[in-house]
Structures are given as C-alpha cells and as structure tokens.
C-alpha cells in the first residue's frame, strides 16, 4: 500500500506548505541495502566506564569512523551512549545533556543508541532508579528525533559485559538500516552466548533451515524473502487455499512448499518430516501465521473468538511442544513467533485478537526460561500499523490517522518486520531469549 502523503509531503511545493501549516512531515525511512555503509556519517561514542572504549574499538573493527569527541558542525551518522556502570541518577545529567547538544548534527537516518543495564538486575533502589531513568530517558529523546532518526537501547544482564558477541550483533542491528522502524525499544542481552560479528556477514544464517508458516503473501512472503537473502533455506508454509501463491513464493526464494494448516493435529509431525528429509534438520521456526476476526466484545460470537485463537495462538503453542522434544529441531534452535501490538496496549474490537498476541509473548516468555541454558532461543516480534493488505482495507481517514501516530510519522513496511525476525533467528542473537521486540516505529499507545 502507497502512502501517498509521505510521497507529497517530501516533493515541492506541497513540502513547504507542510512545513508552514505545521503537518506531519514523515521522510523516506534509511533502509538496509546492500554495500551501503552501516551508517551515513561518523559515530560518536560517549560515556565514562571501562567499556566505553571496549565499545569504541569494536566499532573502529567495523571499520566505522568513530570518535570521542565532535568537531564543531560535524554532523553525524550515529551516538552511542555507554552506561553500564550508572548507579546513581545524578550521573546521567552530564552524558544526556552531551547527547542533547549533538542532536541536531545527526544526519537523516541516524541513530542513537544507548548501552545500560535493566533496573530489575538491581536490589539497590538508588542504582534501580538510574537504571530505570535510562530508559525513560531513552523513550522520550526518540519522541524528539526528526528527519527518520530513531533511539534505542541494550541492556545488558548482570553477568553480560559490553564485549559479548550478542551485544555487539545487537549493537550493529540498531545502527543499520535493518532497524528503520524499531524505535524507542530495549533489546535485553541475557548471557554471552552468540557468535562474534556473525551480522557483520553477508549471509549470518548460512547453513541453516527456516520454516515461515502464512507464506503465502504479505508479512510471511517478505519474511522468506529475508530469511533467504542472509543466507538459509525456505520451507513456505500456508494452507492448501493459498497453496498457487505459496508456490510462487518458494519458487522466489529457491524453497520448498509445504501445504499444511498449523492448526492440524499433525501439523508439527509433517513439518519435522518434511524439513528432514529436505534438509536434514530444522535450524529456525518462524510463527508468522494469523487471522483476524474483528468484532467488540459484545457482539462476539464463539467461532470468532475460537478460530483466532487456534491460529494464533493454539497453533504455536502445540507445535513448540512438539518441536522442542524433537531430535529433528537443532540443539541451537531459533523460535520466533509473531505477536502485535494490539496485545500489548489492546485495540478497539480486537478482544480475541489481542487475547490472541498477549497470550503469545506470555507464551514466549515462560519457554525461554525452561529454554535457558539449553543453546535454543525463543523470541516474539510485535509490528504496529505494516502496511499490508490488511491495512489498505482499513477506511481511509482511519489509515491515515494511524499512519501518523508513531514517531516516525508513518506506517512500516513487511520488510521491517522481516529484517527484526532475521536478526532475532541469527547465531549472532544467541545471547537473547524471552524478547518482544516491537517493531511500530515508536507508535504512540502502549508501553
């Protein structure tokens, strides 16, 4: 789906009618493309622990232009802020207000991110508070960028230092053009499991095998296509009515078809057997398939709510069942599901929907801690308003009042949603477990 307003609102003359009216002016997203640099300008790192130069000489391995302090006027691609040491509020005035006086030398497109740890790592309500400041901090500095900028955060778990190979995958996630549309979020680091610069890679997930259940078309298809670009091999999955796109979509990415609906009793079994005897074995699980029966509460009906939730939610949670107990799912596995964020901060008419993604995180939260230790990784991704066919049913003016509640102004694109769930099933995101990375362009309701 077109936005149309996006087009006008960066072309003249309409451009600086929009300025002098005082409406939204969204710009063209920085996007990852191939060869083009992780960011458009110099990288400016700030802070006072031991780890800031830690972080400093990881990016200077990446080949980044990287410094400790800004030339007058220079503009720049990136800040990043290290406080990983922070245990008292009164030390982030100086390092926030540095950031504050450097923002509007960011480029289009750029990034801040900072490196901290979680308030929850804390007993101390003094070293909690600064923690927890950080993000708030964090939250309300990327309500402020313009021009496509976003701000974003790592945090890192007690017994995680800045060097891990997770925080550096992360790291890079944030900076390039893969996360144009995750803003204002927090991706937690919880050990230092992971393989060092594997993002840094053009194809990170060289090796490995995918299933994208609701292949067919839209988030799922971009999701493949993804998936395959970094390198793995594609088992499409849709049901048998989508089977001629579906096939289409395999045939795009070089895969295989697999017509199955998840909600079958033995749905699992046949996608085991089919990744087997293809491949060998099953490296990633990708949850992409859902369904929508909108309607408020009081004028539900049970197959509504019923059938949303066996495709949504039922579905996801038998095959993990069966896929965890199974010898043909890799020891150092990737689940992803797909949530929303209408279970996060709920949406009109969407009560069995919602239920349906609130139950997902809850879902992937309670996995990743009897996963833990054991080398496999289970994570959600939750979009906002993508533009998909879905969305271009929606009534004009609604779309268009939706588009622009985010902070970036605009709705995001399958492939954003794609690029956050290659990045969560990478070696690199071993270190990560239990995430809901949101990918809503910091849309304006919710946490």
């Known amino acids: 789906m077109t936005d149309t307003y996006l087009k006008l ?15 939204p002016r969204p710009v063209p997203l920085r996007r990852h493309a191939p060869g083009a640099p992780l960011v458009p300008g110099p990288v400016l790192v700030l802070g006072r622990s031991p780890g800031t130069q830690t972080v400093a000489t990881t990016l200077l391995g990446w080949d980044l232009d990287v410094r400790r302090h800004l030339r007058p006027k220079e503009k720049l691609g990136a800040v990043v802020v290290v406080l990983d040491d922070v245990a008292d509020p009164a030390q982030l005035a100086g390092l926030f207000l540095e950031v504050g006086s450097v923002v509007r030398q960011l480029l ?16 101390e309500p003094r070293v909690a508070s600064a923690r927890n400041a950080v993000e708030g901090a964090l939250r309300s500095l990327a309500k402020e960028l313009r021009a496509g900028a976003t701000a974003n955060g790592v945090l890192l778990d007690a017994d995680v230092d800045v060097e891990a190979p997770s ?6 996630f944030l900076l390039s053009g893969k996360s144009a549309y995750v803003d204002g979020q927090f991706v937690t680091v919880e050990t230092s499991d992971g393989a060092a610069h594997h993002q840094r890679s053009d194809a990170p997930l060289a090796g490995r095998t995918a299933v994208v259940t609701g292949a067919a078309r839209g988030i799922g298809a971009e999701i493949a296509k993804v998936l395959r670009r970094d390198g793995a091999q594609i088992i499409a999955v849709d049901v048998p009515a989508a089977g001629e796109h579906l096939a ?4 795009e990415v070089g895969g295989t078809a697999l017509q199955v609906d998840v909600t079958a009793p033995d749905a699992a079994e046949r996608i085991l057997n089919h990744a087997a005897t293809r491949y060998g074995r099953l490296d990633i699980m990708v949850h992409n398939a859902g369904i929508t029966r909108d309607r408020l509460l009081a004028n ?7 059938s949303v939730m066996a495709v949504n939610l039922e579905s996801q949670l038998r ?4 896929l965890l107990a199974a010898d043909g799912f890799s020891a150092d596995g990737s689940i992803v599901c797909l949530a929303s964020t209408s ?4 949406n009109r008419g969407q009560t069995n929907y919602a239920a349906s993604k609130a139950g997902v995180m809850g879902m992937v939260r309670s996995t990743a801690n009897s996963l833990a230790g054991s080398g496999r990784t289970i994570n959600a991704v939750a979009p906002g308003f993508i533009e998909t066919d879905m969305t271009a049913k929606i009534p004009f003016a609604t779309r268009e009042v939706a588009r622009r509640l985010s902070s970036l102004q605009q709705g995001g694109l399958p492939l954003d949603v794609a690029e956050a769930v290659s990045f969560l099933a990478s070696p690199g995101a071993s270190g990560i477990s239990g995430q809901v990375l949101r990918v809503c362009g910091q849309n304006l309701v919710g946490a």
Request: glycine residues 12%; hydrophobic residues 45%.
């Open 9 to 23: 609102v960066n072309a003249k003359p309409f451009s600086q009618f929009a300025k002098t009216a005082g409406l």
């Open 108 to 123: 289009p497109g750029g990034r801040i991110v900072t490196i901290s740890r979680p308030a929850a790592g804390s007993t």
């Open 167 to 172: 925080v550096g995958a992360t790291l890079e």
């Open 248 to 251: 289409l979509v395999a045939n």
């Open 300 to 306: 539900m009906d049970p197959a509504r709510w019923n």
């Open 319 to 322: 095959i993990n069942e069966k």
């Open 343 to 346: 279970g996060i901060a709920g």
